[in-house]
């Protein structure tokens, strides 16, 4: 068998026969935790021992083994981990000849329906694909769809996966046709060798003669040595062949620092001035809209407050116009339904605002502008950091409202309001719906908050101290009182009522009487 003119001992379809053959025992049976999809490549997530990358557009092309999953920003969204997330890998295959890679999943549903999928890959660099199959061979998703109009449709919704027609012929046994070494050259140095040595034996005793060298570029590829499998692909090492866990590893792949590297550290300073840029877009609008209104309207109006007040039918009106070379006449535009009088004081109020609008507008533009120069000439070292989230008001601080006190009761954490703005702010923004409210009923006096953990009981003596100290902190002079109380969940504000106003439906009642403490 002559390898220079056997196209089925491509060097991508030996990588995938090598790796197919070396990786399969390893990550049989594994489940699919997550797929990684990028440009070029996906990535496979089967666990903390072993996890696959296959490049069908990008080099290095084929399968590899690969490290531990990172968190990509920037990768495609995940629609193969979508299809195939929870099913076991049955088996990894090179069914076809030409450097197509099939992967074959089961999974047993909860109704105990065994489904099965095939992911396909078809590594063919600048024309490669991917595509997810059902157990018929229907397509699921492919990475690129064709179009109606190519000449060979293959990649179509629905329809069931057909190998290109130069790959449709099954693959011959490796192991058998690879029994001699081969030496495998570059796809170049093939076309110009054959053009020169139309003699087959010829050329296999050129090539064995330049590439005997063990320091040459392209090395040497055995079925096997000892039980080990060999890399086909070119290394940089003094050895003719190496073993294959070592070759196949793919240690840092060259789109994990592009797609989680550099380009993360520059995306706050490209996000503000994405911002920037809309912002400015936005103000020229505005402006836009402000300098279509006329400094004439001023003198239209006060040309139509001359005439008698009376509804328009629409249309143009005739004015006279006092100029200082003499007294002319012109026409002003009026919508119809509009008394003149009042299209005047229209037109007064708009012709304001304008001027107050193109002011507002040019002293911002210069300061984005001036934001904006400022950003761009920014090296990127010195781009501004993402900016620090703002914190959930629920969650601040018991000193960001100072009139806002606390005391502990039993391991129980009572809090009320010194003012409106404070009860306010406590009943709600501070509180939790579970937690408990109490409030003297009929009398002004401060919210008081009682925080209920959700795994403990409140218990009665707690209840009373929190009432206790509604009572005490109100407008009311008895020795006693009744208290409501209820959960926050069932309190809203009162409409158009002042802060710390509330209406509720749903409490209960408790009669305190004031502590001698």
Not at 350 to 358: L, N, P, S, Y
Not at 365 to 374: D, I, N, Y
């Amino acid at each position: 068998m002559n390898p220079a003119r056997d196209p089925t001992l491509s060097m991508d379809t030996l990588q995938l026969w090598t790796a197919a053959r070396y990786i399969a025992p390893l990550a049989t049976g594994a489940t699919l935790r997550e797929a990684q999809l990028g440009p070029g490549w996906l990535r496979l997530c089967l666990g903390t021992h072993v996890n696959l990358v296959i490049a069908q557009h990008r080099a290095p092309l084929g399968l590899w083994l690969a490290g531990p999953c990172p968190r990509l920003r920037n990768a495609h969204p995940n629609v193969p981990g979508q299809l195939l997330r929870g099913f076991q890998l049955q088996q990894i295959d090179v069914p076809w000849a030409d450097r197509i890679l099939q992967l074959t999943w089961q999974r047993v549903s909860i109704t105990k329906e065994t489904q099965r999928r095939r992911l396909i890959a078809e590594c063919f660099g600048g024309r490669g694909n991917l595509a997810v199959t059902d157990e018929d061979g229907a397509i699921l998703w492919a990475w690129r769809w064709d179009r109606l109009d190519s000449t060979e449709l293959r990649f179509l919704p629905g329809h069931g996966y057909v190998p290109p027609t130069r790959s449709a012929v099954p693959a011959p046994s490796f192991v058998d046709a690879l029994r001699e070494p081969l030496q495998l050259i570059a796809p170049r140095i093939r076309a110009q060798a054959e053009a020169a040595f139309l003699d087959s034996a010829r050329l296999a005793e050129t090539l064995r003669a330049r590439y005997s060298n063990p320091d040459s570029d392209w090395f040497e590829w055995r079925s096997a040595d000892a039980g080990v499998l060999r890399y086909p692909l070119r290394l940089h090492t003094q050895d003719s062949t190496i073993p294959a866990e070592a070759a196949l590893r793919l240690a840092a792949a060259p789109w994990d620092e592009e797609a989680a590297g550099a380009a993360d550290s520059l995306a706050p300073h490209r996000q503000a001035l994405q911002h920037l840029e809309r912002r400015l877009e936005k103000v020229r609008v505005d402006l836009l809209r402000w300098q279509n209104i006329p400094d004439s309207w001023q003198r239209d109006a006060e040309a139509l407050f001359r005439l008698p007040d009376a509804t328009h039918p629409g249309g143009e009106v005739e004015v006279t116009d006092y100029r200082s070379d003499g007294i002319g006449r012109r026409t002003i535009s009026v919508p119809a339904g509009y008394r003149l009088h009042d299209y005047a004081r229209h037109m007064l109020r708009q012709r304001q605002r304008a001027q107050r609008g193109r002011a507002a507008c040019a002293e911002q533009l210069a300061k984005l502008e001036q934001e904006r120069a400022r950003l761009l000439h920014t090296p990127s070292e010195d781009a501004p950091g993402p900016t620090e989230k703002p914190r959930d008001p629920r969650r601040l601080p018991q000193n960001s409202s100072p009139a806002i006190e606390s005391k502990e009761v039993d391991g129980f954490e009572i809090l009320w309001g010194r003012n409106a703005k404070a009860n306010d702010h406590l009943t709600f923004r501070l509180a939790q719906p579970w937690d408990l409210w109490f409030h003297v009923q009929d009398h002004p006096g401060s919210h008081v908050l009682l925080r209920r953990p959700r795994d403990r009981a409140v218990p009665d003596a707690v209840l009373e101290a929190a009432a206790q100290t509604a009572l005490q902190f109100s407008n009311i002079q008895a020795k006693s009182a009744d208290v409501d109380w209820t959960e926050v969940r069932h309190l809203k504000r009162h409409p158009g009522g002042s802060p710390g106003r509330v209406l509720y439906r749903r409490f209960q009642t408790r009669h305190v009487r004031r502590s001698s403490s």
